[in-house]
């Protein structure tokens, strides 16, 4: 069985405040990937970054940056300079390329963040 | 391009009643995936298709199901509602099965009173 914990429910900053997200999953499979989803109040899932088993290089985009360490199961999420419009719940997703369910995106419970001005 | 995009986005039913919502993926896209948001489970996989074909199911009951055709656009249907089917229903579509990533459409927000 797959599961991804996101043990942060609610995270409260200051804008300008840098921000990490933790994510960890489980899972038997070798092959599979992990992803991270913004959810603004909208309501559609935004798609941030996608990264494969195999791949443990360290991501940076913009203000975006990404940690993932297959020693300790986590694939967490880290924004730099947080601004109010981070403001969203950010959810971490698995999916495994196996056939059948495995294949479905595995979601966390995902984290709000608030960014105060 | 065009994303993906769901009709309709809101909707009120009473029990008993049942829904069709619609997904349109994007262009080129062959899967199309349909998830359930809800506060109390957060989100679930219903089922996905590809190339008009039901691939992989979640566990949900009977009343939910879906189609899809050969344009890929995907319908999911939910008869003899029940208030615990108030929900945001997502699509997501992607190129093919466990290829790339998915991206979501804004949702359906399905009420049920």
């Known amino acids: 069985a797959q599961k991804v914990t996101q043990a942060q429910t609610e995270i409260s900053v200051v804008e300008k405040e840098d921000v990490t997200l933790d994510c960890v999953y489980e899972t038997r499979d070798t092959t599979y990937y992990l992803f991270w989803y913004k959810q603004p109040p909208s309501g559609e899932l935004v798609f941030l970054i996608r990264?494969?088993?195999?791949?443990?290089q360290n991501e940076i985009s913009g203000r975006y940056s990404w940690n993932f360490q297959k020693s300790t199961s986590s694939f967490n999420f880290t924004i730099t300079a947080s601004q109010v419009v981070d403001s969203a719940v950010y959810f971490c997703?698995?999916?495994?390329?196996?056939?059948?369910?495995?294949?479905?995106?595995?979601f966390g419970s995902g984290t709000q963040l608030t960014v105060l001005p | 391009k065009a994303g993906v995009t769901q009709t309709p986005r809101y909707l009120i039913k009473t029990r008993g009643q049942q829904v069709t919502l619609s997904c349109s993926p994007i262009s080129g896209h062959r899967s199309v995936s349909w998830y359930q948001q809800t506060p109390g489970q957060g989100l679930q996989f219903l089922f996905e298709?590809?190339?008009?074909?039901?691939?992989n199911k979640g566990n949900f009951p009977g009343r939910f199901s879906g189609r899809q055709f050969s344009n890929s656009r995907s319908e999911m249907n939910v008869s003899t509602l029940e208030l615990g089917d108030s929900a945001l229903y997502l699509c997501a579509s992607s190129l093919g099965l466990a290829v790339g990533e998915l991206f979501f459409g804004e949702g359906s927000r399905l009420t049920v009173l």
């Open positions: 298709y590809f190339s008009e074909t039901q691939r």
């Open positions: 990264r494969n088993s195999f791949d443990e």
């Open positions: 997703a698995l999916r495994t390329i196996s056939s059948g369910s495995a294949r479905q995106l595995t």
